[in-house]
């Protein structure tokens, strides 16, 4: 489903609920960016209450889940997992690629990272050698095939960081 005026305002306040602001990308280049076949900003709900959403990148034959959140007050229900399962059913043949702060024991919240890692983990994600290095976290790519192409992996973020990106297949 995409965005519409009817649940624009739920998914924009859950997006800023869900990441801190080093990890938010500008809300109006993700809007602008979905326009695009490269990208889908999709709403999820269950018998019309809104449950979450997701962020999907589509780029050399695999989908990178940049964001994922489930509505606060709905947690630990399943939804991230039937979200998961709706995802793998609209992109059956290709592989699901996501990136997870990087567990470490001297975070602050190490457990938090270790909850959302045994989550995908459960969910059919595998530990890939990728790693993101940011300023303020380390990321670990994970991914539903065992083997990704790295390089690959960094043309994503090719696309939808350069302003005339969507020129890059």
Avoid: C
């Avoid at 489903?1 to 649940?7: A, I």
């Avoid at 990441?19 to 018998?47: G, H, V």
């Avoid at 809104?50 to 489930?70: D, K, R, T």
């Amino acid at each position: 489903m995409r965005l519409s005026l009817s649940n624009y305002r739920e998914v924009k306040q859950l997006y800023q609920r869900a990441f801190p602001k080093y990890e938010r990308e500008p809300w109006s280049w993700m809007m602008l960016k979905s326009k695009f076949k490269q990208a889908d900003f999709m709403a999820f709900y269950d018998e019309g209450r809104f449950v979450g959403f997701a962020y999907v990148i589509h780029s050399h034959g695999f989908h990178y889940i940049l964001f994922l959140a489930v509505n606060d007050q709905l947690r630990s229900r399943g939804y991230g997992s039937r979200i998961i399962t709706q995802l793998r059913t609209l992109y059956p043949s290709d592989s699901l690629v996501l990136d997870v702060e990087q567990p470490d024991p001297h975070a602050r919240n190490n457990q938090q990272r270790l909850r959302r890692l045994a989550f995908y983990k459960r969910n059919g994600f595998y530990w890939t050698p990728k790693k993101l290095e940011e300023d303020r976290v380390t990321y670990r790519v994970l991914a539903t095939n065992k083997k990704i192409n790295q390089q690959k992996v960094d043309r994503v973020f090719e696309w939808f960081s350069w302003p005339l990106g969507w020129f890059i297949q």
